[in-house]
């Protein structure tokens, strides 16, 4: 049975104050869940129906289980439609190295506020092997419910890290930092790095002028064919894949 006590916890993780505090956040679903615990992070608390722990044997010794029915997870659940198990996490740590920054290739998202686009994001850069996002203050919570919804289970194996750009770009050496532009040169035609940081910029206002100021190159995705009427720009989800693409892409041949 789901207690009080335990509803209370779980729809307070909503908030991101909560979220911070216990240091805990909420996954729902099957796919989802099933992905987790199979991962390195640890689970607190399983809750799903007696239909689900019958068929599902994923699931740690240490972590607490309750059974529950669809009525009573539907009182915790930010779904529409009632899951049959949702869990609640420990936020991983997120430490890196900057003098690693140079080996690798990483990501810097410049206040994306979708969390959807956020989610979308961090999941293509686990498909392309990116192990670090860098995130400014601004940017959305990699532990909104609809960010890790978005993840589809990307957020065990990439380190999202919340940072101060000038910070961050003041104590980065020897790497070469990308950055999307309408005026940069295009991708296609760019020799591109193995290694190095691509910047990609708010939905509405683009890469800020506080974090330009740091980029080294500037790159483009050209529309085709480049003369004719097209839309004013990419999703940035979109945009960061199509960059990371081309990237593996150069590497690989």
């Known amino acids: ?28 679903g099957h796919k ?11 689970c607190k608390i399983l809750i799903a129906t ?3 722990l019958n068929s599902n044997k994923n699931y740690l010794n240490n972590t607490e289980i309750i059974n529950a029915s669809l009525n ?68 959305a919570d990699i532990y909104n419910s609809k960010t890790v919804q978005s993840t589809m289970g990307a957020i065990a194996r990439v380190k999202v890290h ?7 770009f003041d104590s980065i050496d020897n790497v070469e930092i ?14 591109l790095k193995a290694n190095g940081i691509i910047v990609m910029g708010n939905e509405g206002n683009g890469i800020s002028k506080e974090v330009e100021k740091y980029v080294s190159t500037k790159i483009n995705i050209p529309n085709y064919p480049p003369e004719s ?12 894949a199509i960059t990371c693409a081309e990237f593996r892409r150069q590497l690989a041949f």
């Open 1 to 28: 049975m789901l207690s009080k006590n335990k509803q209370k916890l779980i729809t307070s993780l909503a908030r991101k104050k909560h979220r911070d505090q216990e240091q805990l956040f909420v996954a729902e």
């Open 32 to 42: 989802l869940v099933d992905d987790l615990l199979t991962t390195s992070l640890k």
């Open 50 to 52: 007696d239909e689900w």
């Open 72 to 139: 009573e997870i539907k009182k915790v659940s930010s779904l529409k439609s009632t899951p049959p198990v949702m869990a609640v996490f420990e936020q991983p740590a997120t430490n890196f190295d900057y003098e690693q920054l140079s080996t690798k290739l990483s990501l810097f998202l410049d206040d994306i506020q979708d969390p959807g686009n956020l989610g979308t994001i961090v999941r293509m850069a686990d498909w392309f092997g990116i192990e670090d996002v860098f995130c400014t203050k601004g940017c």
């Open 162 to 168: 919340y940072i101060e750009a000038a910070n961050f």
């Open 178 to 191: 990308y950055g999307t532009f309408l005026e940069g040169d295009n991708l296609y035609q760019t020799d």
């Open 229 to 240: 009427a097209t839309s004013e720009s990419l999703n940035v989800a979109v945009a960061t």
